[in-house]
Every structure is written in structure tokens, then in C-alpha cells.
């Protein structure tokens, strides 16, 4: 594979992973809480809400392994459906970070305070756009 090809699929693929968390927004938030349904299934239960995610995500990696498994039986499934697949499996440690950090789950040292809510890298260039620091 081109590197040129790679960096259409890594654009692609996070753009994706963007617009899906936006998109779900309206059918998993509730009270401006993007991690509700965690936290509802954690109350549900009677686990802390990161156990709930990890519990979530295990259905979606489930899935994927039994996906490769499918190549082997001569069950190939569509580009689409492995994207999705992948999409999700990359979604659920970004929703980790997220709960984590809302849970207040990092040691007291950390500072987060100062995080921006945008990340450029400086000098890297795939699939023709280039980013900044």
C-alpha cells in the first residue's frame, strides 16, 4: 500500500470516528451528558460507569474477531461493515479518556486544566493536507 493511499484511509477513518460521536449525540446523550449511557447502564448494574464501557466495547471487539474469523470460513463482509466495525472499536477508548475524566479518575498531580480542545502537529503532511503545531 502507498503511503499516499494509507493517508486517505487514516483521513478518512477519523473523520468518520469524528462525525460519528457528533452524530449519536441525540440518541445517547441525555442532559447535555455525551457519557449518559454509560453511566445508566453502570447505575443499572451496580458497576463503576468505566466497567459499563469496558463492557460495551467487549461486544464491539467480540465482533471484529469474529469478523477474521469469518475470512477463514470464506464469509467476507463489506468494506462498509468492517469500517464500521473499526470506527466503533476506535470510538470506545476516546469515551474511556472522556468518562475517566469526567469521573475524575486520574491521579491528583495531573493537570489537565491546560488541554486545548484542538491538536495540530507540526510538519506532517498525509493525503495532500498538511498540519500545523
Same mark, same amino acid.
Given at each position: 500500500? !502507498?503511503?499516499e493511499?494509507? %493517508?486517505?484511509?487514516? =483521513?478518512?477513518? $477519523? #473523520?468518520?470516528?469524528?462525525? !460519528?460521536?457528533?452524530?449519536?449525540?441525540?440518541? #445517547? %446523550?441525555?442532559?447535555? @451528558?455525551?457519557?449518559?449511557?454509560?453511566?445508566?447502564?453502570? @447505575?443499572?448494574?451496580?458497576?463503576?460507569?468505566? =466497567?459499563a464501557?469496558?463492557?460495551?466495547?467487549?461486544?464491539? *471487539? *467480540?465482533s471484529? #474477531? @469474529?469478523y477474521?474469523? =469469518?475470512?477463514?470460513?470464506?464469509?467476507?463482509? !463489506?468494506?462498509?461493515?468492517?469500517?464500521?466495525?473499526?470506527?466503533?472499536?476506535i470510538?470506545y477508548?476516546?469515551?474511556?479518556?472522556?468518562?475517566?475524566? @469526567?469521573?475524575?479518575?486520574?491521579?491528583?498531580?495531573?493537570?489537565i %486544566?491546560?488541554?486545548?480542545?484542538?491538536i !495540530?502537529? $507540526?510538519?506532517?503532511?498525509?493525503?495532500?493536507?498538511s498540519?500545523?503545531?
Open positions: 500500500m !502507498t503511503p493511499r494509507f %493517508s486517505q484511509i487514516f =483521513d478518512e477513518v $477519523t #473523520y468518520k470516528c469524528w462525525t !460519528t460521536l457528533g452524530n449519536r449525540n441525540h440518541v #445517547y %446523550s441525555r442532559n447535555n @451528558d455525551k457519557l449518559h449511557n454509560f453511566k445508566r447502564a453502570a @447505575d443499572f448494574e451496580d458497576l463503576p460507569a468505566e =466497567d464501557l469496558i463492557g460495551m466495547m467487549t461486544k464491539h *471487539v *467480540v471484529v #474477531y @469474529d477474521v474469523d =469469518d475470512i477463514s470460513e470464506g464469509v467476507l463482509h !463489506t468494506r462498509e461493515e468492517w469500517l464500521e466495525k473499526i470506527i466503533d472499536l470510538n477508548p476516546i469515551l474511556l479518556l472522556a468518562l475517566l475524566e @469526567d469521573e475524575g479518575s486520574f491521579r491528583a498531580e495531573e493537570d %486544566s491546560n488541554v486545548s480542545g484542538k !495540530t502537529i $507540526t510538519g506532517v503532511e498525509h493525503a495532500g493536507n498540519y500545523e503545531a
